[in-house]
């Protein structure tokens, strides 16, 4: 009897961790309006505030960041930013550093703050907060969120075909509104 095809043999993926951090809630409108726990937050599809931080190199070219497969949201695809939510009662601004010192292992360099956006799609419904930063230092990697990193240009970050749809947002309105030099060497 040949084996059904859910008992095939095939590789499992991890299991999702979601981490128990409570996040800053908001409305539509962005107000803030309490807190939950971030598997609350996910499982109600509840409005809350992300970072996106562009890091740019010396030539032009981005960080593009490959997720873990255990991250809960788009596991294993390229993230064109480095960020995450914002949690309970902190400033984008801190929450946009804090990212940054534990994905990559960047600390002190100034982060420009370019503009904030309404991204709702699949389940997400956030308000993002968009920064830039230059950097040409070594890298550390995050290993529970962050499976690897290049640098990539904008044309080669916006060619990825698994790049999560949000960071694909801000990126694409990052080089509408001229925060990004579109010409590439």
């Not at 128990?20 to 539509?28: K, M, N, P, S, Y």
């Not at 699949?122 to 907060?129: P, V």
Request: glycine fraction near 8%.
């Amino acid at each position: 009897m040949a084996p059904s095809p859910t008992s095939a043999a095939s590789p499992a993926l991890p299991e999702p961790s979601i981490k128990d951090e409570r996040i800053q809630l908001v409305d539509a409108h962005n107000r803030p309006c309490g807190s939950a726990s971030r598997k609350l937050m996910r499982r109600f599809h509840f409005w809350h505030r992300a970072t996106y931080v562009f890091v740019r190199n010396g030539r032009g070219e981005l960080c593009v960041q490959r997720r873990t497969l255990t991250k809960e949201v788009f596991p294993g695809y390229h993230d064109l930013a480095t960020g995450g939510v914002v949690g309970a009662g902190e400033a984008e601004h801190v929450a946009a550093r804090r990212e940054l010192a534990e994905e990559l292992g960047i600390e002190g360099v100034r982060l420009t703050p370019c503009f904030t956006f309404r991204y709702a799609d699949g389940g997400n419904f956030i308000h993002g907060s968009v920064f830039v930063a230059d950097y040409d230092g070594p890298l550390v990697l995050q290993p529970d969120e962050v499976a690897d990193a290049s640098w990539l240009t904008v044309s080669a970050a916006l060619a990825l075909q698994d790049a999560t749809p949000d960071s694909r947002v801000a990126l694409e309105r990052m080089l509408a509104q001229g925060w990004l030099a579109t010409h590439e060497d």
